[in-house]
């Protein structure tokens, strides 16, 4: 038995939908039969339109009362498996089964091999008869194939691309991939009428972009008379979105950057400045280290491509600090030293020190007079308790110096002998200056 193709010519004059059944129904009692005359095929087709023929042999006639019985052995061919099945005489052809074929569309009855002669779904089976059952496979495509999916199918041992125009077959198996844009993802594929018979595999491609493909078949479901069926593909994806993070000294703020988007510039950043350092800002950096030889990003030019947290880097200047002498006396009496390269340096009272910076601060009263101690020396802006190898008080400078001085006149006790050495008058409040003479009020001796 060989295989025919059916044209549009055939599907043109014969209508699969007139009166034929799958399932058995109770036959109507008639007398007439109704003679059908054989389509031509008209030319070759592609291999969408594979026909299939089923026999179906009548054999053996036997008498059960008035009843005449027929034993019928349906042959499916390549398609099904072989049936046997009792009709009584009288029945219509539309009677038997035309059992759905999936990835097929029954096209009729035939009496003969090639597939020209129809018999009418009418015709009242009373004779032995072979009748062939038509099949034709179904047309399956793709009504739209989106932007970014790619389909191949083989044509022997080459690949050849699917289109919109390419008709598939049942069980017919694709490759179907599609591309996902970097910094991209997938929010929506739907694929109907095909199942996936492979694992999916993953490409990564020179530009960033991943490739996701497998093996498909075709299983497209179609209602029983459809001659071709379209198969489903939607496939959409969405920009990525990254958070951008500015990390100033552990205060944080985000942006939502989408891909290969620039970032929003912000006002720059402060940090307060402490004892020892300023800081101003330089810039952003990737290295959390952020320190002042990081290298920098530039945010004019500084695309996201993921999730990223930017450090800001500050350039630090030791502080500044000057000398404030609280004092009514001349400055002469308190001498500020520095420490330059191990040598002690004098400085002038508005001379500049930096955090850090080692003094000595020492007081040289004017002729007479004598430090108040109690309430001269340095009352802020140092570190006290060092002392450098001569065994001199020195202090480290940490924010602004404050000095103050104060002297009183120098107090002298005199005592006044006579010649053989005995005391005649001690005046112990005898300030620089003073006569000797004027103090000394005993008698004369």
């Not at 047309?139 to 289109?163: A, H, M, R, W």
């Amino acid at each position: 038995m060989s295989n025919k193709i059916i044209g549009q010519n055939n599907e043109e004059e014969f209508s699969p939908k007139k009166k034929q059944t799958f399932g058995v129904v109770k036959p109507k009692k008639s007398n007439k039969t109704t003679k059908v005359a054989a389509v031509a095929v008209a030319g070759a087709m592609v291999l969408a339109a594979i026909a299939v023929p089923t026999v179906i042999h009548f054999s053996g006639k036997s008498k059960t009362g008035n009843s005449d019985v027929w034993t019928v052995t349906i042959n499916y061919g390549e398609v099904g498996t072989n049936k046997t099945l009792t009709v009584k005489a009288g029945d219509k052809i539309s009677q038997i089964t035309a059992e759905r074929i999936p990835g097929y569309y029954f096209a009729g009855y035939c009496e003969d091999e090639d597939l020209t002669k129809y018999l009418d779904p009418e015709t009242i089976i009373n004779e032995n008869k072979t009748i062939y059952l038509n099949y034709i496979a179904i047309k399956y495509s793709f009504e739209n194939i989106p932007e970014g999916i790619n389909i191949t199918t083989l044509d022997g041992q080459e690949k050849v691309s699917v289109t919109e125009d390419t008709k598939l077959f049942y069980n017919q198996e694709i490759n179907l991939s599609y591309t996902v844009k970097a910094g991209h993802h997938l929010t929506n594929l739907k694929i109907t009428g095909l199942e996936q018979v492979s694992d999916l595999q993953l490409i990564n491609n020179d530009d960033n972009s991943l490739t996701y493909s497998s093996n498909y078949v075709v299983k497209g479901f179609s209602s029983d008379d459809a001659r071709e069926v379209n198969l489903g593909l939607n496939y959409t994806q969405d920009v990525n979105i990254y958070t951008l993070t500015f990390n100033n000294e552990g205060e944080i703020t985000t942006q939502n950057v989408a891909y290969n988007e620039l970032a929003q510039i912000t006002t720059n950043p402060s940090k307060e400045k402490d004892p020892q350092y300023e800081y101003s800002f330089k810039g952003w950096t990737l290295n959390p280290k952020a320190d002042e030889d990081s290298e920098l990003v530039n945010l004019n030019t500084f695309h996201v491509t993921e999730n990223t947290t930017l450090y800001a880097v500050y350039t630090k200047t030791l502080r500044t600090y000057y000398i404030n002498l609280d004092s009514s006396y001349p400055t002469e009496c308190v001498v500020i030293s520095r420490l330059d390269n191990n040598k002690w340096v004098e400085l002038k009272h508005d001379a500049a020190l930096h955090y850090g910076d080692f003094i000595t601060v020492s007081f040289v009263p004017t002729i007479g007079n004598s430090v108040v101690e109690e309430r001269s020396g340095i009352t802020s802006g140092v570190k006290v308790g060092f002392v450098d190898t001569n065994g001199k008080n020195m202090y480290m400078v940490t924010g602004e110096v404050a000095i103050s001085y104060e002297e009183q006149a120098s107090k002298f006790t005199i005592t006044y002998t006579n010649e053989a050495g005995e005391t005649l008058a001690t005046v112990t409040t005898a300030e620089y200056g003073n006569s000797i003479a004027t103090l000394y009020t005993g008698t004369t001796p």
